[in-house]
């Protein structure tokens, strides 16, 4: 781990394993047109990692031979790599449903005035950050000219036909709390931005996901700056619930790094955790082609009770309803 992040070793959770992989999330590089407070990959406009053609190729040599249901792009702004539509066409060709992290603003960059028909045309899953339907808490998360941006880019979404269901095109919000504190109850939640961005600007979409801010990275080192690092975690570590350590990502996903080295999540792919596999350092998607990876212990430390803690969070939002 990190030398920065030396606490979260100090902290026990329970032992896990995976189970059966059902989805690929690759992250093809940390370069973003925004650079959010809560980012826990630490994005923005001045990141230059960027995933090349070649490990773009063993990503989807890995789908095809592992025949892996999802495949769950993000970054950054997973659309700035130069490789994302390839990526795209080519899973879509194989059957692979596509997910896409999308930041909405992306839309307005230049190069990307078609995107949000290509996504389309290709029925990728849009889940698009929107941490409140409100533009001050949005803007103070995420910059100046954020919330009018985002706004626009899921009305050109939904002309497109995304968020309504007859359409089998899915767009889901993602919410993140403003500050060190657990998300709100998600169902109730999710009432307030379809009734509030529906009534304000007609939008519509199929569901928010609510997630808990890990204390890694940029959002980690604002707690730290601030001297409510150790009590941020506390937190996590006391809301803790047993009953979602079945639901966790990581039992059946996989993140691959820009370099194409694998991870049993996103967040410890920030820490440098790599995918524990024969006593090798790291492992390279590329071998493990041929590999099931069923039963493989997970590595787990401090930041994992973020993923556990009330309602837990996933990449799919909460596992459960928030205890009464």
């Not at 992306?106 to 929107?130: K, R, T, W, Y």
């Not at 409100?134 to 100046?144: A, M, P, S, T, Y």
């Not at 002309?159 to 500050?179: C, K």
């Not at 993923?307 to 909460?318: H, N």
Request: charged share 20%; glycine share 10%.
């Amino acid at each position: 781990m990190k030398d920065t992040w030396p606490l979260l070793d100090k902290i026990p959770f329970p032992a896990i394993a995976r189970g059966p992989l059902t989805t690929l999330q690759v992250n093809v590089g940390y370069r973003c047109n925004q650079s959010c407070v809560h980012c826990h990959v630490n994005a923005g406009p001045g990141r230059t990692e960027e995933m090349d053609g070649a490990t773009v190729d063993i990503v989807l040599a890995y789908l095809e031979r592992r025949r892996v249901g999802t495949l769950d792009i993000t970054g950054g702004a997973p659309e700035l790599n130069p490789h994302f539509r390839r990526l795209v066409a080519s899973a879509r060709d194989m059957g692979v449903k596509v997910m896409d992290r999308h930041n909405l603003t992306i839309q307005e960059q230049p190069g990307q005035h078609d995107l949000a028909e290509f996504l389309a045309q290709n029925q990728v899953e849009v889940v698009a950050s929107m941490p409140c339907y409100l533009q001050d808490n949005v803007e103070k998360q995420r910059g100046k000219g954020v919330y009018d941006g985002s706004i626009r880019g899921l009305q050109r979404l939904n002309t497109l036909g995304y968020g309504r269901e007859a359409t089998g095109l899915t767009l889901n919000l993602v919410y993140n709390p403003l500050g060190p504190s657990l998300p709100p109850p998600q169902a109730a939640l999710e009432a307030d931005y379809k009734r509030i961005l529906g009534e304000r600007f007609g939008i519509v979409f199929n569901n928010l996901f609510t997630l808990a801010n890990m204390p890694i990275q940029r959002f980690g080192a604002i707690l730290l700056s601030q001297g409510q690092f150790d009590g941020y975690l506390d937190t996590l570590q006391h809301a803790h619930r047993d009953d979602n350590l079945d639901g966790v990502m990581c039992r059946n996903l996989m993140s691959v790094d820009w370099r194409g080295y694998v991870y049993d999540c996103d967040f410890n792919q920030m820490l440098d955790l790599p995918l524990e596999r024969g006593g090798a350092e790291r492992v390279h998607l590329s071998e493990l082609i041929d590999d099931d990876i069923t039963g493989n212990p997970i590595r787990v430390a401090g930041h994992c009770f973020g993923c556990t803690a009330g309602q837990g969070s996933s990449c799919g939002g909460a596992l459960k309803e928030a205890a009464e």
